[in-house]
T-cell receptor
Framework: GENVEQHPSTLSVQEGDSAVIKCTYS??????FPWYKQELGKGPQLIID?????GEKKDQRIAVTLNKTAKHFSLHITETQPEDSAVYFC????????????FGDGTTLTVKP | DSGVTQTPKHLITATGQRVTLRCSPR?????VYWYQQSLDQGLQFLIQ???????AKGNILERFSAQQFPDLHSELNLSSLELGDSALYFC????????????FGEGSWLTVV
């Protein structure tokens, strides 16, 4: 089955700096890669996703890049703000049923004011 | 607020007991997913129901079962509970049986003592 590794497990940055979280996956047939943000006491929330036919996608301060050859994808957050502090999960899945995704172990991001 | 409602929010029970977790999906959503989030296993997909029928199965133990009722709410039944079943159980929903965005509830905290 699919295996997703996520690094780092914790990340601390100063407000305004950039944060990068990286994930690798094992199943070359995976073609959908979502990123979720989980705030304390809440469920994960989709923040951005990318399909395997696209190399990069951007949404305001958040971007995701995908390298299919190397089987890794990354989340980039620029101009970080304290409200970006949360746990971030990457995931990978085949086909169109994203709910069946295999998740990374999560990265706890702390943005210091 | 994602529109997905889970009850109870917290539950403490003894080993060997059985509990039922309940999920009401967003209005109009036909798919319901269950996940387990624990410290040692991370976030894992358990099972999916679509319009009352089991659609996909993940790492769900035989002691666990689920169902989706005609009004589309779902229940996850956990029996013969062990200490290791202590975790946060999430429900998520989506309009169809495939596609991208899924919406998570806030979870049910289960503690087995």
């Amino acid at each position: 089955g699919e295996n997703v590794e996520q690094h780092p497990s914790t990340l601390s940055v100063q407000e305004g700096d950039s944060a990068v979280i990286k994930c690798t996956y094992s199943d070359s047939a995976s073609n959908y890669f979502p990123w979720y943000k989980q705030e304390l006491g809440k469920g994960p929330q989709l923040i951005i996703d990318i399909r395997s036919n696209v190399g990069e996608k951007k949404d305001q301060r958040i971007a995701v890049t995908l390298n299919k050859t190397a089987k890794h994808f990354s989340l980039h957050i620029t101009e970080t703000q304290p409200e970006d502090s949360a746990v971030y999960f990457c995931a990978a899945s085949r086909g169109t049923n994203a709910g069946k995704s295999t998740f990374g172990d999560g990265t706890t991001l702390t943005v210091k004011p | 607020d994602s529109g997905v409602t889970q009850t109870p929010k917290h539950l403490i029970t003894a080993t060997g007991q059985r509990v039922t977790l309940r999920c009401s999906p967003r209005s109009g959503d036909l798919s319901v997913y269950w996940y387990q989030q624990s410290l040692d296993q991370g976030l894992q997909f358990l099972i999916q129901y679509y319009n009352g029928e089991e659609r996909a199965k993940g790492n769900i133990l035989e002691r666990f079962s689920a169902q989706q009722f005609p009004d589309l709410h779902s229940e996850l039944n956990l029996s013969s509970l062990e200490l290791g079943d202590s975790a946060l159980y999430f429900c998520a929903s989506r309009r169809g049986h495939s596609g991208n965005t899924i919406y998570f509830g806030e979870g049910s905290w289960l503690t087995v003592v």
